[in-house]
Protein backbone atom coordinates (compact mmCIF):
# COMPACT_ATOMS: atom_id res chain seq x y z
CA UNK A 1 0.00 0.00 0.00
CA UNK A 2 1.91 3.19 -1.09
CA UNK A 3 0.84 6.14 0.06
CA UNK A 4 2.80 8.96 -1.52
CA UNK A 5 4.08 12.50 -0.29
CA UNK A 6 0.57 13.65 -1.31
CA UNK A 7 -1.20 11.20 0.67
CA UNK A 8 0.60 11.43 3.52
CA UNK A 9 -1.57 14.28 5.47
CA UNK A 10 -4.40 11.76 4.47
CA UNK A 11 -3.22 9.44 6.39
CA UNK A 12 -2.40 10.71 9.47
CA UNK A 13 -5.86 12.14 9.92
CA UNK A 14 -7.24 8.93 9.11
CA UNK A 15 -4.95 6.72 11.91
CA UNK A 16 -5.31 9.16 14.53
CA UNK A 17 -9.02 9.11 13.92
CA UNK A 18 -8.84 5.05 14.18
CA UNK A 19 -6.99 5.41 17.23
CA UNK A 20 -9.33 8.08 18.75
CA UNK A 21 -12.19 5.32 17.91
CA UNK A 22 -10.45 2.28 19.35
CA UNK A 23 -9.91 4.76 22.44
CA UNK A 24 -12.99 5.87 22.53
CA UNK A 25 -13.93 2.13 22.31
CA UNK A 26 -12.01 0.04 24.63
CA UNK A 27 -12.50 3.05 27.28
CA UNK A 28 -16.12 3.03 26.76
CA UNK A 29 -16.31 -1.35 27.71
CA UNK A 30 -13.46 -1.03 30.50
CA UNK A 31 -10.86 -2.55 28.42
CA UNK A 32 -8.44 0.49 27.35
CA UNK A 33 -5.10 -0.14 28.00
CA UNK A 34 -2.18 -0.82 25.30
CA UNK A 35 -2.70 -3.93 24.13
CA UNK A 36 -6.01 -3.61 23.54
CA UNK A 37 -6.45 -0.28 21.99
CA UNK A 38 -3.63 0.01 19.27
CA UNK A 39 -4.35 -3.35 17.81
CA UNK A 40 -7.78 -2.25 17.35
CA UNK A 41 -6.45 0.95 15.97
CA UNK A 42 -4.32 -0.87 13.58
CA UNK A 43 -6.96 -2.36 12.43
CA UNK A 44 -9.24 0.75 12.25
CA UNK A 45 -6.68 2.25 10.63
CA UNK A 46 -5.91 -0.37 7.64
CA UNK A 47 -9.47 -0.62 7.10
CA UNK A 48 -10.35 2.79 6.93
CA UNK A 49 -7.52 3.79 4.86
CA UNK A 50 -8.83 0.94 2.46
CA UNK A 51 -11.96 3.04 2.41
CA UNK A 52 -11.09 6.48 1.87
CA UNK A 53 -7.54 6.84 0.50
CA UNK A 54 -7.45 8.95 -2.54
CA UNK A 55 -7.61 6.48 -5.54
CA UNK A 56 -5.69 8.33 -8.43
CA UNK A 57 -2.16 9.70 -7.66
CA UNK A 58 -1.65 13.13 -7.34
CA UNK A 59 1.72 12.65 -6.68
CA UNK A 60 2.87 15.85 -8.81
CA UNK A 61 5.77 17.86 -7.61
CA UNK A 62 3.21 20.52 -6.73
CA UNK A 63 0.90 18.14 -4.55
CA UNK A 64 4.39 17.01 -3.08
CA UNK A 65 5.55 20.27 -2.30
CA UNK A 66 2.11 21.56 -0.60
CA UNK A 67 2.21 17.87 1.46
CA UNK A 68 5.69 18.30 2.75
CA UNK A 69 5.53 21.93 3.48
CA UNK A 70 1.74 20.95 5.20
CA UNK A 71 3.68 18.55 7.51
CA UNK A 72 6.37 20.48 7.95
CA UNK A 73 4.30 23.58 9.49
CA UNK A 74 2.11 21.01 11.63
CA UNK A 75 5.42 19.57 13.52
CA UNK A 76 6.89 23.02 14.29
CA UNK A 77 3.36 23.69 15.43
CA UNK A 78 3.28 20.76 17.72
CA UNK A 79 6.69 21.30 18.62
CA UNK A 80 6.25 24.55 19.69
CA UNK A 81 3.20 23.76 21.56
CA UNK A 82 4.52 21.17 23.08
CA UNK A 83 7.54 23.12 24.47
CA UNK A 84 4.92 25.73 25.96
CA UNK A 85 2.23 23.30 26.95
CA UNK A 86 1.38 23.70 31.03
CA UNK A 87 0.02 22.00 33.87
CA UNK A 88 -2.87 24.06 34.74
CA UNK A 89 -5.66 21.70 35.48
CA UNK A 90 -8.60 23.17 36.94
CA UNK A 91 -11.78 20.80 37.15
CA UNK A 92 -14.29 22.81 37.05
CA UNK A 93 -15.01 22.92 32.92
CA UNK A 94 -13.29 21.87 30.02
CA UNK A 95 -10.21 21.16 29.42
CA UNK A 96 -8.99 20.59 32.82
CA UNK A 97 -11.64 17.70 33.91
CA UNK A 98 -10.99 16.03 30.02
CA UNK A 99 -7.10 16.18 30.57
CA UNK A 100 -7.16 14.70 34.01
CA UNK A 101 -9.59 12.00 33.02
CA UNK A 102 -6.51 11.03 30.51
CA UNK A 103 -4.27 11.40 32.75
CA UNK A 104 -6.49 8.77 35.09
CA UNK A 105 -7.19 6.75 31.59
CA UNK A 106 -3.47 6.28 31.46
CA UNK A 107 -3.19 3.92 33.77
CA UNK A 108 -6.87 2.55 34.15
CA UNK A 109 -8.81 0.97 31.79
CA UNK A 110 -12.13 3.01 32.80
CA UNK A 111 -12.97 6.67 33.23
CA UNK A 112 -15.13 5.50 36.64
CA UNK A 113 -13.21 6.22 39.30
CA UNK A 114 -13.87 4.75 42.26
CA UNK A 115 -15.13 7.21 45.35
CA UNK A 116 -13.52 5.02 47.48
CA UNK A 117 -14.61 7.42 50.99
CA UNK A 118 -14.90 10.55 48.93
CA UNK A 119 -18.61 10.68 50.14
CA UNK A 120 -17.66 10.62 53.94
CA UNK A 121 -15.58 13.28 53.57
CA UNK A 122 -17.74 15.65 51.56
CA UNK A 123 -20.38 15.34 54.34
CA UNK A 124 -17.99 16.43 56.92
CA UNK A 125 -16.62 19.26 55.29
CA UNK A 126 -18.11 22.63 54.13
CA UNK A 127 -15.88 23.43 51.22
CA UNK A 128 -15.66 19.90 49.54
CA UNK A 129 -18.55 18.76 47.51
CA UNK A 130 -19.13 15.41 45.78
CA UNK A 131 -21.38 16.17 43.20
CA UNK A 132 -20.40 18.76 40.39
CA UNK A 133 -22.86 18.50 37.36
CA UNK A 134 -19.97 21.22 35.31
CA UNK A 135 -17.29 18.64 35.74
CA UNK A 136 -18.37 15.47 37.38
CA UNK A 137 -21.65 12.90 38.17
CA UNK A 138 -21.74 10.49 41.21
CA UNK A 139 -22.77 6.60 39.86
CA UNK A 140 -23.00 4.69 42.73
CA UNK A 141 -19.80 4.11 44.23
CA UNK A 142 -17.97 5.42 41.44
CA UNK A 143 -17.41 9.17 39.73
CA UNK A 144 -18.03 9.41 36.19
CA UNK A 145 -16.14 12.05 34.46
CA UNK A 146 -18.56 14.08 32.51
CA UNK A 147 -18.31 14.00 28.44
CA UNK A 148 -17.38 11.34 26.51
CA UNK A 149 -14.34 9.16 26.81
CA UNK A 150 -13.46 10.07 23.15
CA UNK A 151 -10.65 13.00 23.67
CA UNK A 152 -9.38 11.13 27.28
CA UNK A 153 -8.78 7.84 25.77
CA UNK A 154 -7.24 9.27 23.10
CA UNK A 155 -5.04 11.46 24.99
CA UNK A 156 -4.24 8.77 27.25
CA UNK A 157 -2.31 7.02 24.63
CA UNK A 158 0.27 9.61 25.09
CA UNK A 159 0.39 9.23 29.05
CA UNK A 160 1.60 5.87 27.73
CA UNK A 161 4.39 6.93 26.71
CA UNK A 162 5.34 10.13 28.56
CA UNK A 163 3.26 10.57 31.45
CA UNK A 164 1.50 13.36 32.45
CA UNK A 165 3.83 15.44 29.97
CA UNK A 166 2.66 12.62 26.91
CA UNK A 167 -1.28 13.10 27.70
CA UNK A 168 -0.49 16.86 27.37
CA UNK A 169 1.96 16.62 24.40
CA UNK A 170 -1.04 14.77 22.80
CA UNK A 171 -3.32 17.13 23.06
CA UNK A 172 -1.40 19.32 20.86
CA UNK A 173 -0.87 16.56 18.49
CA UNK A 174 -4.78 16.65 18.60
CA UNK A 175 -4.90 20.00 17.16
CA UNK A 176 -2.14 19.98 15.06
CA UNK A 177 -4.01 16.66 13.14
CA UNK A 178 -7.33 19.19 12.97
CA UNK A 179 -4.68 21.51 11.30
CA UNK A 180 -3.86 18.70 8.51
CA UNK A 181 -7.29 17.44 8.61
CA UNK A 182 -8.21 21.41 7.68
CA UNK A 183 -5.62 21.07 4.93
CA UNK A 184 -7.07 18.27 3.54
CA UNK A 185 -10.17 19.76 3.29
CA UNK A 186 -9.28 22.45 1.50
CA UNK A 187 -7.34 20.72 -1.15
CA UNK A 188 -10.04 18.69 -1.93
CA UNK A 189 -13.08 20.98 -2.90
CA UNK A 190 -10.31 24.26 -3.68
Same mark, same amino acid.
Request: aromatic share 8%; no cysteine; glycine share 10%.
Given at each position: MRIGWSGTPEFVVVALVAL?? /? ?6 ? !? ?10 ? /? ?16 ? !?? !?? $? ?27 ? $? ?7 ? !? ?14 ? /? ?12 ? +? ?9 ? =? ?12 ? =?????AGVPGVLAANVVVGGVGVL +?????? $? $???
Amino acid at each position: MRIGWSGTPEFVVVALVALAL /AAATTASL !GIHRPYTTLPLA /ALLTWGSWLAVRPRASHD !GP !GA $RLASQWALLGVVLWIVVGIVFSAEYLIVT $RDPGFLTLT !GVWLTDHASSDIPTLG /ALQVADTQQNVIAD +AWQAWNLRGDV =VQPQGARALPALIS =VGGWIAGVPGVLAANVVVGGVGVL +ALYNLS $R $RFL
